[in-house]
């Protein structure tokens, strides 16, 4: 082979070599657009999820003192629903979905979004009286919705 061919095809071989590394920068851009519009979905969907959630809780929480007194056919629908919502649990545990808890009772930074406080004299600050909105993360950490809570905030 002479040099002149030689050349050629080392010619050819390095924009060869070129294009596939422009198409490769190319796929990955594509790839992380991708990604990133899928998490970005993803987050969307979780927080309508939550927000059926929250109806559930809100129709739970106004029924729990009338239901004894229902007959035995709207026990079983509540029933029903109530089975609805830990399937819905359930599904987001399997997908690393946990609902955030407090179980020493205090408000953590990031974990909650304080939307109110009362002054009850004898209690710490901070303790969460009571959480009008559950809130959700990813196992990984993640903070898909904090939790709105009410706490203690004493003078």
Known sequence: MSDASQHRAKEFLRRRLIDFQKRIADLSFALASLQNDHQQWEKEFYLEL????????????????????????????????????????????QREVEQIEFPDQRAVFGLCRVVETKTVPGMENEHILSVLRKGYRKKNGEILRPA????????
């Open 50 to 93: 939550f927000e059926v959630l929250d109806s559930f809780e809100n129709i739970f929480q106004s029924i729990e003192e009338r239901e004894p007194q229902w007959d035995k056919s709207a026990r079983a629908a509540m029933q029903s629903f109530r089975s609805i919502y830990r399937k819905i649990l359930r599904m987001l545990s």
């Open 148 to 155: 709105e809570v009410i706490t203690v905030l004493n003078g």
